[in-house]
T-cell receptor, first 110, second 115 residues
């Protein structure tokens, strides 16, 4: 049973466009929601994270929007660049346990 | 350079032959964890450790063992590997014992193929 559901599986965006990746969860005990970026041959790297007491967090071109009542959160990448082409994973955790989404392969076309 | 180091990076072996994947971090992190990554399933947590001699099961612990005898090392042991354990494995660490609320630093992965 997938604790965190992520969509879409793949995404193609033109350079300069907005990339949006969505995640949903059921367990209201989750209290930390990070996004990780993974390039081929590398381990995931933390991109940005949010806690449920905040509805939005922005770091540069990356924004997390969090809707606690809907149990959904999303990653927005503004002004997408070819260098953003990677796989993105959302995750949720409580205590010491982590649950990841299935990943979104983002391709930004020049 | 702060890093999580996994060895080997690639391994092809046969069913039933015990193997160990090592993981070492140089950041003095308390929390360490192992994940497997499979297509269409994302990353799934196998085991985690909050400190020396303290380990606990993650989401998919069956068929795996771990130990944490030193703070920096967290090896993953497959006592009797089977083909369904063919996967890409990642070790990760974070500063605090409350690993779930801290950013995790990942190694570059170990690709295991079990024939």
């Amino acid at each position: 049973q997938q604790q965190v559901k992520q969509s879409p599986q793949s995404l193609i965006v033109q350079k300069g466009g907005i990339s949006i990746i969505n995640c949903a969860y059921e367990n209201t005990a989750f209290d930390y929601f990070p996004w990780y970026q993974q390039f081929p041959g590398k381990g995931p790297a933390l991109l940005i994270a949010i806690r449920p007491d905040v509805s939005e967090k922005k770091e540069g071109r990356f924004t997390i929007s969090f809707n606690k009542s809907a149990k959904q959160f999303s990653l927005h990448i503004m002004d997408s660049q070819p260098g953003d082409s990677a796989t993105y994973f959302c995750a949720a955790s409580f205590g010491n346990q982590f649950y990841f989404g299935t990943g979104t392969s983002l391709t930004v076309i020049p | 350079e702060a890093q999580v180091t996994q060895n080997p990076r690639y391994l092809i072996t046969v069913t039933g032959k015990k193997l160990t994947v090592t993981c070492s971090q140089n950041m003095n992190h308390e929390y360490m964890s192992w994940y497997r990554q499979d297509p269409g399933l994302g990353l799934r947590q196998i085991y985690y450790s909050m400190n020396v001699e303290v380990t606990d099961k993650g989401d998919v612990p069956e068929g795996y063992k771990v130990s944490r005898k030193e703070k920096r090392n967290f090896p993953l042991i497959l006592e009797s590997p089977s083909p369904n354990q063919t996967s890409l494995y990642f070790c990760a660490s974070s500063l605090s014992v409350q690993g779930g609320n801290q950013p995790q630093h990942f190694g570059d992965g170990t690709r295991l193929s079990i024939l």
